[in-house]
Antibody
């Protein structure tokens, strides 16, 4: 079955960097677009970024554009989120999520989710 | 960017009752590209409905979605104890960015 396992979260000071990983299994990773979605404590869901199945296209929320970079290594079945210049408002649980579309433009809804990893930005 | 507004914020009902959750969009959602998710405390969201009315794999038929344009509804025909949770709508007809509503909490009365 589809499994997505995030890692790399923790406590980081404002202005510093952190890289999240999402290990995928149970499906052909290289055939699916992948997303990062975050949820601040006690708040709703916010889409962060998407990367196409082959890595050819990437899109970001305005709130993270220029600071975060989504990438993937299809040989390792792993999705990444490089987060630079972190701010207090980036504090959230970060989920990786699989798109339902196969080897095509992402549908941009979220068929499968990981358990999330908590990022806390605080001095 | 399409803004989604969910109502009510909280719905207090008893097991066995019918739940009707609303999601309104600031502009028409093309091709009814709207999804619903359920989230329980401490857990990741779970996809319930996509394309406004299609149930995701393994979702019980007491969950149904309807609507088009700017008005969408999630109905739970008879609430089971495990259905008490927060529900989010999300549009993907005009994306990126895909956007979420702020959520409706269904609580036990």
């Amino acid at each position: 079955q589809v499994q997505l396992v995030e890692s790399g979260g923790g406590v980081v000071q404002p202005g510093r960097s952190l890289r999240l990983s999402c290990a995928a299994s149970g499906f052909t990773f290289s055939s699916y677009g992948m997303h990062w979605v975050r949820q601040a404590p006690g708040k709703g869901l916010e889409w962060v970024a998407v990367i196409w199945y082959d890595g050819s296209n990437k899109y970001y929320a305005d709130s993270v554009k220029g600071r975060f970079t989504i990438s993937r290594d299809n040989s390792k079945n792993t999705l990444y989120l490089q987060m630079n210049s972190l701010r207090a408002e980036d504090t959230a649980v970060y989920y990786c999520a699989r798109d339902p579309s196969i080897a095509a433009h992402p549908a941009e809804y979220f068929q499968h989710w990981g358990q999330g990893t908590l990022v806390t930005v605080s001095s | 960017e399409i803004v989604l507004t969910q109502s009510p914020a909280t719905l207090s009902l008893s097991p066995g009752e019918r739940a009707t959750l609303s999601c309104g969009a600031s502009q028409s959602v093309s091709s009814s590209y709207l999804a619903w998710y359920q989230q329980k405390p401490g857990l990741a969201p779970r996809l319930l409905i996509y394309d406004a009315s299609s149930r995701a794999t393994g979702i019980p038929d007491r969950f149904s979605g309807s609507g088009s344009g700017t008005d969408f509804t999630l109905t739970i025909s008879r609430l089971e104890p495990e259905d008490f949770a927060v529900y989010y709508c999300q549009q993907y007809g005009s994306s990126p960015p895909p956007t979420f509503g702020q959520g409706t909490k269904v609580e036990i009365k």
